[in-house]
């Protein structure tokens, strides 16, 4: 009895075992399926990777060659001596799954382990990365400590002098604006305007026809108004208004 029952518990676990198996079986199998699929596209995203590579490193030549202290520059070269090597080896290894170089081409047993050659490969990008990074950081800092530096060594500059003022401006008469004369009112203007003109004396005349020599006029508003009181035609006004008001008064009951 003992043995039949310690049988059965050994089918068993036999059998949970057997299932455990098949479960992980079938996600390694789903796994470098999706891979085997997917292989195509990714493997040409790391040709871009590594041919971009070329191009920074030529850039970060020229960068280096930028910097004036030595100390920096030999960190700034050892730096680029890693990142380059680690693009080469990530060429090297692209070649080692590909048929033919600069091709996107895989090989039968690459392309199915592609699960496994895919995962060495993105650890040499991420590498490759954390390296361009850290180069980065560091010529950011060389660039900021050179700009600091020139700032402190160079003075400011003091501000520019007033302009002087030279001898054709002090020649230059003052501005001076002449003041407008006051308006008279309308009355007065039409009065003034419809004047007779005043008659030019000669010698001549002021021998053979002696007359009185009429007084200066009077300046200002005083004299507008002399002049008005004196004036004929005011006169002739003032006889028809007088004459119209004693008709008026006529021919009233």
Do not use: C
Request: proline fraction near 8%; charge should be positive.
């Amino acid at each position: 009895m003992a043995e039949f029952n310690l049988l059965q518990w050994t089918i068993i676990l036999i059998l949970i075992a057997v299932i455990l198996s098949l479960i992980v079986l079938v996600q390694i199998i789903s796994s470098y399926t999706a891979a085997y699929q997917a292989a195509p596209l990714e493997i040409a995203t790391f040709l871009d990777t590594a041919d971009f590579s070329v191009q920074e490193n030529e850039s970060y030549d020229r960068d280096v060659a930028k910097v004036q202290r030595l100390d920096d520059k030999i960190r700034l070269t050892r730096l680029l001596r890693e990142i380059q090597k680690t693009g080469d080896d990530l060429r090297e290894d692209i070649n080692g799954v590909v048929i033919e170089e600069d091709t996107t081409k895989l090989k039968t047993s690459a392309r199915l382990l592609w699960a496994s050659k895919r995962s060495r490969l993105e650890d040499r990008v991420r590498r490759l990365d954390m390296l361009r990074m850290r180069f980065l950081v560091v010529y950011m800092g060389v660039v900021a400590s050179q700009t600091s530096t020139t700032t402190h060594e160079k003075p400011s500059a003091p501000p520019p002098p007033p302009p002087l003022h030279t001898a054709r401006d002090l020649e230059k008469p003052p501005v001076f604006r002449t003041p407008t004369r006051p308006a008279l009112p309308r009355g007065l203007m039409e009065g003034i305007i419809n004047r007779p003109p005043l008659r030019s004396l000669t010698t001549q005349a002021l021998v053979n026809h002696p007359e009185p020599i009429p007084k200066p006029s009077r300046k200002g508003w005083a004299g507008v108004v002399q002049e008005l009181q004196t004036s004929p035609k005011m006169h002739q006004r003032h006889a028809s208004i007088e004459r119209a008001m004693s008709r008026s008064y006529s021919k009233s009951p």
